[in-house]
């Protein structure tokens, strides 16, 4: 079983700027992928960004150019970096560890707590 804690999230202004983090209990964290979600009142949780245990990333297109996802495996902690927010950013963001064991068609997927992110003026 695989905790996640995140933490970051608050209350910034429009055009401002949070990083939040993610922090693993896995030792062995550098073989996940590892996603950020978000999910805003009244709508379904969506993917934000995601980044392999290769370093390859992908973001949703609503946040391409504003937003950086990172990891740092020695640290078990992966990141979010937003940049220019808006006030559709508002959410409840989730870390996201993710691995499939292809040997035995095995799937292991976690879930954080959540931490709000409000943007607002």
């Known amino acids: 079983q695989v905790q996640l804690m995140e933490s970051g999230g608050g209350l910034v202004q429009p055009g401002g700027s949070l990083r939040l983090s993610c922090a693993a209990s896995?030792?062995?964290?550098?073989?996940?992928?590892m996603a950020w979600y978000r999910q805003a009142p009244g709508k379904q949780r969506d993917l934000v960004a995601s980044?392999?245990?290769?370093?390859?990333?992908n973001y949703a297109d609503s946040v391409k150019g504003r937003f950086t996802i990172s990891r740092d495996n020695a640290k078990n902690t992966v990141y979010l970096q937003m940049n220019s927010l808006k006030p559709e950013d508002t959410a409840v963001y989730y870390c996201n560890a993710d691995r499939y064991v292809h040997l035995i068609g095995q799937r292991y997927n976690y879930w954080g707590q959540g931490t709000q992110v409000t943007v607002s003026s």
């Open positions: 896995e030792s062995r964290f550098s073989i996940y992928t």
């Open positions: 980044i392999t245990s290769g370093g390859s990333t």
